[in-house]
């Protein structure tokens, strides 16, 4: 394994500016060159950006699976190497879970890999996406093709910046807090299930902070995704098909929403597996809670994901997943609240049960 990324958590009652006291803090020199996403370009909530873009140090790039493609990693390489950045230097990419995606596979393979900096700007890459080294790109339809596991040298964690996230955006990082809790720590989901809406972010950062040490934990145990890191995998085989085929009727379906969606078929799925009543209770429990936080914060959303679902079209971009093997679909299985089991194979008849208990009253 790797040496594990150096991880900075800046204090809630820091009077400098986002991220601003990471420089001080270890005896690296600042990042050479930044690439970030472009909606700090018209706002105040990381002034420093303004005096390194003025230098011709940083690269804007716009959130959104859109970015996500070899296109426009090529155009950050092309930017890289106009500017004669070399790979001594490091990069900082500061940003939500697409622009981290994207900026951290481009660092990754520029000249074989410069120093990353991990800037996550969004509850989801707090807790998720910044963390573990997965990055890469869309291809040909399927989400996630193209990409390397490479461990950033930092990550930064300041979480001021999520105080003035978009309903939207806090409900994209709950999601996957939601299935951190459920596949490892019973105690976190037991904290969270008492919302009956989607708290403020400055309302639980100490629940922000035990989701993010779950992923921490389980890539430390598991980096090259060889066993137990596959359960971060839950939900998300269902959820990346109903991306994709968002993606294919040109609409944008948010990847928390989609994460939540899936997360519902997975736990009645794992019900009906469940010999105890009492465990099949809580996973079915489980299910509800997470569309209530769902139909009260985005309503419109889930009708029309819900409404818009061809199960055959799904299932034909499930068995292209790329967590698949020769046997099948593979899905993760929970076999009560913090237990799961990963490589479980995943029928088109129990998919379609499961989608039918999960959405069938939505």
């Known amino acids: 394994m790797h040496p594990k990324p150096t991880y900075i958590s800046i204090p809630a009652g820091s009077t400098k500016g986002a991220f601003e ?127 390397t596991i490479t461990q950033p040298d930092f990550v930064v964690s300041d979480f001021r910046v999520l105080d003035s996230l978009e309903a939207v955006d806090v409900l994209n990082g709950w999601m996957e807090m939601a299935k951190h809790a459920l596949i490892a720590d019973p105690a976190l989901w037991d904290s969270m299930k008492q919302f009956g809406t989607i708290p403020p972010t400055k309302t639980v950062h100490i629940l922000i902070h035990e989701a993010a040490a779950i ?87 889930v009708q029309i994901a819900v409404n818009a679902a061809d199960l055959d079209a799904l299932w034909a971009f499930m068995e292209m997943d790329k967590k698949n093997d020769t046997n099948g679909v593979q899905e993760v299985r929970l076999t009560d609240i913090g237990q799961a089991e990963w490589n479980q194979l995943l029928s088109r008849s129990a998919f379609g049960t499961s989608w039918s208990s999960a959405h069938g009253g939505v």
């Open 215 to 301: 992923k921490k934990r389980i890539v430390e145990a598991d980096e090259y995704e060889s066993g137990l890191r596959k359960t971060l995998n839950f939900g998300h085989t269902v959820g990346h098909a109903l991306e994709s085929a968002a993606a294919s009727r040109s609409e944008n379906l948010p990847h928390g929403i989609a994460v939540g969606l899936g997360m519902m078929v997975s736990l009645h799925w794992s019900a009906d597996q469940a010999a105890d009543p009492g465990i099949q209770r809580e996973l079915v429990d489980a299910a509800h809670c997470i569309k209530r936080w769902l139909t009260r914060a985005v309503p419109a959303y």
């Open 21 to 147: 006291d990471a420089w001080h803090t270890t005896v690296q020199a600042l990042p050479d060159w930044y690439i970030v996403d472009e909606f700090f370009q018209n706002n105040n909530n990381i002034p420093w950006i303004e005096d390194v873009h003025a230098q011709g140090r940083v690269y804007w790039l716009k959130a959104g699976e859109l970015s996500k493609t070899l296109a426009e990693v090529e155009n950050i390489l092309t930017w890289l190497t106009q500017n004669n950045a070399n790979r001594q230097q490091s990069v900082a990419v500061i940003g939500g879970g697409t622009v981290l995606d994207a900026g951290l596979f481009a660092a990754s393979i520029y000249q074989r890999g410069m120093q990353k900096w991990s800037l996550p700007t969004t509850l989801l890459a707090a807790v998720d996406a910044g963390i573990g080294g997965k990055n890469g790109v869309n291809f040909m339809g399927f989400k996630n093709y193209i990409g």
